[in-house]
């Protein structure tokens, strides 16, 4: 298994909802991924926001309330080790809006799709840490207006810090796909972008992604065990 070594000084890991699955946060295409009967897809769009923002605010205020009761799992630790001790270049992208990342350790991470606990202000840009439920119509705690919204990238919207990432895909030598089915963009084309730089690429999954086939590697079964595993 291609494993972290001095053959891959800089590792890009991008993880996706099935690296939180084992804590019991439900992931988007499995059998928990449709919420109160909606789509998340038409939850997660700025339409959805502008038609109908109790909606869409209610949807993070339960996900974010949800994060006090769940917990990192031994992917997440193992990654945190592995950040913790590894010399070489790394960078955690997640399209995970939990905090379960941070809270194993992590700390060269980046949330590309936003995080629950943080609202963003829909008329200046300003963020500010949130823990609680976000009423649409909170107040910008910078500029006053009343346009706070939940922090959170939706579809249509340019993920964030996609600069940094590309960076990051044409630098690195080891590109590790944890836990995502592949099917949104421009994710799950990171993978051929890392291929066109000449990195190795690993997929750890439950079951193939839709991308599958564009990794040299891919091992199949559980993130908690297989994660562990691949850290060493
Ligand atoms: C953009 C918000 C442009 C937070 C999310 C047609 C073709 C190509 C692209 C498009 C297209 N039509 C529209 C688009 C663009 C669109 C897109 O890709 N749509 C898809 C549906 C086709 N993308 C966008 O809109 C993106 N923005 O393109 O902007 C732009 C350019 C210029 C200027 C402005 C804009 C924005 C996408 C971000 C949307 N927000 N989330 C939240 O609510 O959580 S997406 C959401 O779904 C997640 O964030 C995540 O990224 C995504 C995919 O979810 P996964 O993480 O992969 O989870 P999933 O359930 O799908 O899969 C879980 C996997 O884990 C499974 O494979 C399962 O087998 C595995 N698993 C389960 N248990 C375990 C496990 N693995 C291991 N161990 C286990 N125990």
Redesign the pocket.
């Known amino acids: 298994m291609t494993v972290p070594s001095p053959d891959y000084p800089n590792i890009l890991v991008l993880t996706?909802?099935?690296?939180s699955?084992?804590s019991g946060i439900a992931?988007?295409?499995?059998p928990g991924?449709l919420w109160e009967g909606h789509r998340?897809?038409d939850v997660?769009t700025p339409e959805a926001l502008a038609r109908d923002p109790a909606l869409v605010h209610r949807?993070?205020d339960l996900?974010r309330a949800a994060l006090s009761t769940v917990e990192p799992n031994a992917?997440h630790r193992a990654l945190a080790r592995l950040d913790a001790e590894w010399p070489g270049e790394l960078l955690i992208v997640t399209?995970?809006?939990d905090d379960l990342h941070e809270r194993a350790g992590a700390t060269r991470l980046l949330h590309?799709?936003?995080e629950l606990k943080s609202a963003l202000c829909a008329a200046c840009g300003a963020r500010a840490e949130w823990a609680d439920a976000l009423p649409p119509g909170s107040v910008c705690g910078a500029c006053g207006a009343p346009a706070l919204r939940p922090d959170?990238?939706?579809?249509?919207?340019?993920?964030y810090d996609m600069d940094r990432i590309e960076a990051a895909l044409s630098s690195c030598d080891l590109f590790v796909s944890?836990?995502?089915?592949?099917?949104?963009?421009?994710?799950?084309g990171f993978v051929q972008t890392a291929r066109h730089w000449g990195a190795a690429t690993l997929e750890?999954?439950?079951?193939p992604?839709q991308g599958s086939f564009l990794f040299e590697e891919s091992r199949m079964?559980?993130?908690?065990v297989?994660v562990p595993e691949w850290v060493a």
């Open positions: 996706g909802a099935g690296i699955a084992e992931t988007f295409r499995g991924g998340v897809e997660c949807f993070y996900r992917a399209q995970n809006v590309m799709h936003g959170i990238v939706f579809f249509g919207e340019m993920p944890i836990g995502t089915s592949g099917a949104v963009y421009p994710a799950a750890i999954n439950l079951e992604s079964g559980p993130a908690s297989l």
